[in-house]
């Protein structure tokens, strides 16, 4: 009933940029958050920052001053800007939306869907 199609990753060079997007849709009634998280060869997957319904927002603190976070409620569309990467941000950088939707019975039904994920590969 719901899908998340991500897009954005790529191969940049360290000092570079990239803009990852995650766009949702399907029987969505209403989003309390999105965020972002990434997941490198060998580690956990951990949060890089997330977005309230509200607008309120929280980043991991190694990302804060380098990565940007921000929302289209319109085309419940979640965006990363990432600045200044480095050869450790590289991952597979996955989206994650908390949300309502219609279920095939009209019921509404909370969840938390995540996105198939987009490589992101910074070179030294």
């Known amino acids: 009933q719901v899908q998340l199609v991500e897009s954005g990753g790529g191969l940049v060079q360290a000092g570079g940029s990239l803009r990852l997007s995650c766009a949702a849709s399907g029987s969505i009634l209403s989003i309390r958050a999105m965020g972002w998280y990434r997941q490198a060869p060998g580690k956990q997957r951990e949060l890089v920052a997330a977005?309230?319904?509200?607008?309120?927002?929280n980043y991991a603190d190694s990302m804060k001053d380098r990565f940007t976070i921000s929302k289209d409620n319109a085309k419940n569309t979640v965006y990363l800007q990432m600045n200044s990467l480095k050869p450790e941000d590289s991952a597979v950088y996955y989206c994650n939306v908390d949300l309502t939707y219609l279920g095939p019975l009209k019921v509404p039904h909370t969840a938390d869907y995540w996105g198939q994920g987009t490589q992101v590969t910074v070179s030294s």
């Open positions: 977005i309230t319904s509200g607008g309120s927002t």
